[in-house]
């Protein structure tokens, strides 16, 4: 985390999942979304800011449409907190979201980079 400051413009741009190789974009008014489509989950959400003068953001996300071993994302409802670093060449993107289901518990990071 940095103190360089935080807004919508400066993380609104397309970033890779560097575990997966799925796009996710990010738009100029916080709006999410992504597809995999090695296994099909669609992502859709927002990211806001929390405080301007530091480079963390919260973020609420669902996977649907999901197949194989990821069905069970489907629908769930994901919040936590996402970490720009503007320094890192490409820019970086830390999110780290959990949720649950009425019967499992779930946590997940994406690493993300600007291009």
Known sequence: MSNSGSSLNTISA???DTASGSVISISGNGVMTGQNPANSCVVNGTITVI???YDIY???LTYENCTGSY???NGV???GLAVFNPNASPT???ISVA???SNSKFGL???????
């Not at 990071?109 to 291009?115: A, F, M, P, R, T």
């Open 14 to 16: 397309n970033y890779t």
């Open 51 to 53: 405080n301007s003068t």
């Open 58 to 60: 919260h973020v609420s």
């Open 71 to 73: 069905t069970v994302l």
């Open 77 to 79: 409802q994901l919040t």
């Open 92 to 94: 970086q993107l830390t």
């Open 99 to 101: 949720g649950a289901s």
């Open 109 to 115: 990071v994406l690493y993300l980079q600007g291009s």
